[in-house]
């Protein structure tokens, strides 16, 4: 039945936002003769002494950066977000508004201007995963912080306007739409059974196997049924934690262990430096217990058939709904055939 | 009151979709060290012996376009939905999936291949409404289509394939999520007040004068309070009407003209033939009655400072909500400083 349904045009069913989208898996032929991107020179210096997030170099903001020498945050020079806005709200009529309060913080990977994730080792990576958890912990303790968003913009098609290694941490008062969403399906799965929804989810993956990218003892990186953006990948704890704040040591090792085996893989694929967006989602911060949620980090990169040419959302898939032309097991398998060592072989 | 909560980060509220977006305007200043696009060079060829979308050439498909000497459309060759897909459904555990039916149309909108809206007429560009209001008629009238998406994807970093003037319509069976949530926040409002949602809000913003862009006497172009993209504009039509069917001869002409004004704004604003996606939102064409429904077009650019530097929806944007850096008024402000006659001076 699956095979009978993965070749015609249909939609399927996203358990996490219950949203759907939409699959046209006989469109794969169709030429491209659009916009391609510029395939970027892989950075190979270590030190850029014109990047303001470079160790010891002055930022916009007129700070310097100190000497560190394993991952760095601190707060945005151009936070979207301030923590002192006064809290007011607006509504006339049909406009409605409200202030929002916030921190916006950077976090720089390493200090090495030269890496990206698949190419720091296991150690290193792990330290980003102790930052993360960290600030979430630090930042969700702040009572005006309900939900800490950390995420990575990779690449200059995603919008990062500086290529050393780095994430991003903005977090807010309000709880955003995609979280909402979310918090949503989390709450009526757990309502109804008393089980992590994407604990059940897992299960059934790994049953299959149709979708799994790589495992380890406590995580599991896949493309999940209702993946949107071409090679679309999920990583899930297996064990039903809420947040990030509640990895122990070993944990926090298997996730660097397999974020590495992860872009790893998207770097193969193009062999380029491998451009997304990721983004950790898990339970707000607002002091309520959500024993319905389960922690899980995505990866959204736009690019479709090479290095050059990538998938454009828009259109139909601005106005309607998502979009996508190769079916989810296509690009599992396409992911699945590489190899977990670097192309560039600087694994370590 | 409005002034106080406008230059601090806010959150306004969408009516239409009933979602909030984010709004940090002391992020201007901002620099930006990041991506720019090429400045593409204006179309000036009227015939393009390569493009498969001039009058007379072939297309991918083999077949030959008609010597068409106004808006001609036909079906898309790489069509995203098709008419004879089997319809069946599959659910596995927490895997959900169902085929769906479609029709996906291309509209040229002129034979002239280096024509645009705002460089074309307006007894042109009312043949392209026309063109419009049959595809929905035509097309809704089918017992397998229950929403028509009318659309247009203008320049090479909207992911548009060939500068030929034209658009696309792609119409199915099932009612896509975007549709879902007006028709939802439409609703409720119509069981509320008997009145139309946008009614409403066209006579509130007629009103305060902030956000109008151009008027006459059947639409009006507006910045919507909640806009996201950073130049996003909406045109209304004065009168409560569920879809473009039920335009009359008058109401097509005046369609048209404010149309050509839009655009030629957009193209004067950084003097380039301004990218965007455009869409058309109406009722479903599902057999019921949508009394709820308010016609209305949406123009969804990505340009940002210039013709070069656009707004990234990333990171952030994805996995948390819209954020924007310039409020809807400073755009509208921009936008109506600008002159109503193209840079060009193609006006005809
Ligand atoms: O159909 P086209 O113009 O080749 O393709 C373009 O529009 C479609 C509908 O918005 C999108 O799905 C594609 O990603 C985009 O490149
Ligand atoms: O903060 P940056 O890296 O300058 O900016 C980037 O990430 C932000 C958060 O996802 C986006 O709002 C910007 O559009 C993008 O260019």
Known sequence: MINKINDKPHRRYNILTGEWILVSPHRTK???????????????????????????????SGDTNPDY???????????????DTQLMGYEEGLLKAETEKGICKVVCFSPDHSKTL???????????????????????????????????????????????????????????????????QFKQYWDQNKRSLLSDYLTQELESEERILATNEHFVALVPYWAVWPFETMIISRR??????????????????????????????????????????????????????????SFYPPLLRSATVKKFMVGYEMFAGPQRDITAEQAANRLNELSDQHYLDKMT
Chains 1, 2 share one sequence.
């Open 30 to 60: 169709r030429p491209w003769q659009g916009k391609t991107e510029d395939k970027k020179a892989i950075q190979t210096e270590s030190f850029d002494p014109s990047c303001y997030l470079c160790p010891g170099n002055e930022r916009a």
């Open 69 to 83: 020498n394993s991952p760095h945050s601190f707060i945005n020079d151009f936070s979207s977000l301030l923590p």
């Open 118 to 184: 698949p190419v720091m080792d296991v150690e290193e990576i792990t330290k980003v995963v102790q930052i993360w958890k960290k600030e979430y912990l630090e930042l969700g303790a702040n009572k005006d912080i309900n939900y800490v968003q950390i995420f990575e913009n990779k690449g200059a098609i995603m919008g990062c306007s500086n290529p050393h290694p780095h994430g991003q941490i903005w977090s807010q008062s309000s709880i955003p739409t995609e979280i909402q969403k979310k918090s949503r």
């Open 240 to 297: 039903h934690i809420q947040h990030i704040g509640q990895l122990n040591d070993e944990e926090e090792k298997s996730y660097a262990a397999i974020l590495k085996i992860l872009t790893i893989k998207y770097d193969n694929l193009f062999e380029t430096s491998f451009p997304y967006s990721a983004g950790i989602h898990q339970a707000p911060t607002d002091n309520s217990e959500h024993p319905e949620w389960h922690f899980h980090m």
